[in-house]
C-alpha cells in the first residue's frame, strides 16, 4: 500500500472506474462515488490526497465547485474531461490544491497503458507533476503536456471533426434503410473497420459524443468547414468529374503530407 | 500446371497483378498485359480459356469492346470491376463465351483470400461457374452470387458512401491546416484508426476510388442524403442540444439494429 489514497468521483462506470482498478493494481488505497453510492466529496476531499473528477463534461464544472473548496492545501485535483480550459479555469479558481487538466486519450476497453497517449495541463502544481508522470511514463503511456487552449483545439480534430464524421455516416445508414447484415457478405476490410467504430460509437454511449460534440468551443467552424467541403464535392460528383475529384483528393494528400508528389 | 491457361488485361499492377499471382500459385499460366506491355488483346483470347478485365472503371466497357469479339465459344470472360451492371451488360454483348461479373471486395495488400468477400454475378455460365467457386471457397474466400443491380446498389454503401465519408474528412482536415503529426501524440486510438484508411484512399489510387464515387449510379441521392444529414447536425450543434443528438444517435443505433434500448 502506498502512503496515499486517492478518491475518484464517476469512479463507477467509465474511464473513472478503468483508473480506479489502475491505481488499486498500482497499490493505491481508491475510493470511489458515483451518482448514488459511494464516500461524499467533502469526505472524499478530506481522507484523499489525490481527487479526480471524471464525470460528464456537463456536469464537471458544477462537481468541481462542489468539491474544490474541500480540497486541503498540497493535495491534488484532477478531472479527466475531453475539454480543458474550462474544468482546468474552475479547478484553480475553486481549490487552494494543486492543479493538473488531464485527458487520457483512450476509452475503459484498452487493457493496460502502454502505447496509449495521455495529455496533461500542469495548471498548478510543484510537487505532484513528478509523481503523475511518473506512474503513467511506468506503465507505458506517452504522455503529453501542453496548455488547454491548444489541446481543447487540437480535441476540435481528434474528437470533434473524427465523431461528427462517423456519425454522419451511421445517420446516412439509417437514412438509406441499410441492413447490416445483408451488407455483412459484400464488405470490403475497411467498410469492416468503419462499421466497428459506429458500433463503438452508436452502442456505447452516445451521451458522450453527443457532449464531446456540442461542447467544443470551435464546432461550429468546423461543421461549417464539413458543409462546405460536401458542396465542393457535390459539385464534382454531379459532373461526374472523376479527373476534378482526383486532383481534390491529391491536393489535400499533400497538404496533409501523406503524399509527396 | 493446370491444363489451360488464364489471360489478365491489367495484370501488371492493383489486383490484376495480385490474382495474377494467385493464380500462378495455383499452378496456372497466366499471361498478363499492361497499358503498354504483356499480350495483345486477340493473342490472349486466342492462347486462354480464361480472360480477366482488370483496368481502371473508365475504360472496362471499352476494352470488353475490343477483346469480347476475339473470345471463343465455351471460354470465359470475366471483370474485376467496382459496378457490375454496364460491364456485365457489355460482355453479354460482345462475346459468345461464359460471363461472370467478378468483385473481390479488398485491395492487393491483403496476403490471402481467407475470410475475403469475393461476388460473383453469373450472368451466362454453365460450366466455369464451378470452377470459379471452388478456386475460390478452396482458398478461403467467401463468395456471394447475386445480380448485377443489386451487387451495385449494395455498393454504393460499401464504397460510395465510405469512400466519400473518408475524403471528407481528409478535405475538412486539408482546409483545417491539420498537421497530422503534431496530431500524432493526442490521437485516440479511433482517430488512429481513421487516420490510416485516409492514408491507404489518400495515397493509394486516388484515381481509383474517385472512379468508383463518380461511376455509382446512385450516388447524386447518396451526396443529397449526406448533405441534408450534415444540416440536421447543424442545426443541434448550433443549439448546442447535445440531449437531441444523443436521441439521434440513439434513434439510428435502432433503426440499424446495433443497439436494443
Redesign the interface.
Known amino acids: 500500500m502506498k502512503n496515499f489514497e486517492i478518491g475518484i468521483i464517476g469512479g463507477t462506470g467509465g474511464i473513472g472506474r478503468w483508473f480506479a482498478d489502475f491505481f488499486k493494481r498500482e497499490g493505491y488505497a481508491v475510493h470511489v462515488s458515483g451518482r448514488k453510492i459511494g464516500m461524499d466529496m467533502p469526505a472524499m476531499a478530506e481522507k484523499c490526497d489525490v481527487v479526480i473528477v471524471s464525470v460528464p463534461i456537463?456536469v464537471t464544472c458544477e462537481i468541481i465547485e462542489q468539491v474544490g473548496p474541500h480540497m486541503r492545501r498540497g493535495t491534488l485535483l484532477m478531472d479527466f474531461t475531453s475539454l480543458k480550459v474550462e474544468p482546468v479555469k474552475f479547478m484553480l479558481e475553486h481549490s487552494v490544491s494543486e492543479v493538473i487538466g488531464t485527458h487520457p486519450?483512450?476509452?475503459p476497453d484498452?487493457d493496460t497503458l502502454a502505447g496509449?497517449?495521455v495529455?496533461l495541463c500542469p495548471a498548478r502544481t510543484e510537487r505532484w507533476i513528478h509523481w503523475l508522470r511518473d506512474v503513467l511514463k511506468r506503465n507505458g503511456a506517452?504522455v503529453?503536456e501542453t496548455t488547454p487552449e491548444r489541446?481543447d483545439r487540437?480535441?476540435?480534430?481528434?474528437?470533434g471533426?473524427?465523431h461528427?464524421?462517423?456519425?454522419?455516416?451511421?445517420?446516412?445508414?439509417?437514412?438509406?434503410g441499410?441492413d447490416?447484415?445483408?451488407?455483412k457478405?459484400?464488405?470490403?476490410?475497411?467498410?469492416n473497420?468503419?462499421i466497428g467504430?459506429?458500433?463503438?460509437?452508436?452502442?456505447n454511449n452516445?451521451?458522450l459524443?453527443?457532449?464531446i460534440?456540442?461542447?467544443n468551443p470551435d464546432?461550429?467552424e468546423?461543421?461549417d468547414?464539413?458543409?462546405?467541403?460536401?458542396?465542393?464535392?457535390?459539385e464534382?460528383?454531379?459532373k461526374?468529374?472523376?479527373?476534378g475529384?482526383?486532383e481534390?483528393?491529391?491536393?489535400?494528400?499533400l497538404?496533409?503530407?501523406?503524399?509527396k508528389t
Do not use: C, W
Open positions: 456537463g486519450l483512450f476509452g484498452i496509449q497517449n495529455v506517452h503529453v489541446h487540437l480535441m476540435t480534430i481528434v474528437q471533426l473524427n461528427l464524421n462517423t456519425i454522419a455516416m451511421g445517420m446516412v445508414l439509417g437514412k438509406m441499410a447490416l447484415s445483408e451488407l457478405d459484400f464488405a470490403t476490410p475497411v467498410f473497420i468503419k467504430i459506429l458500433k463503438k460509437i452508436f452502442d452516445p451521451r459524443y453527443a457532449e460534440i456540442t461542447s464546432i461550429n468546423l461543421v468547414i464539413y458543409e462546405k467541403t460536401l458542396s465542393e464535392l457535390k464534382l460528383i454531379d461526374r468529374d472523376a479527373g475529384l482526383t481534390m483528393i491529391r491536393k489535400n494528400a497538404k496533409l503530407e501523406i503524399r
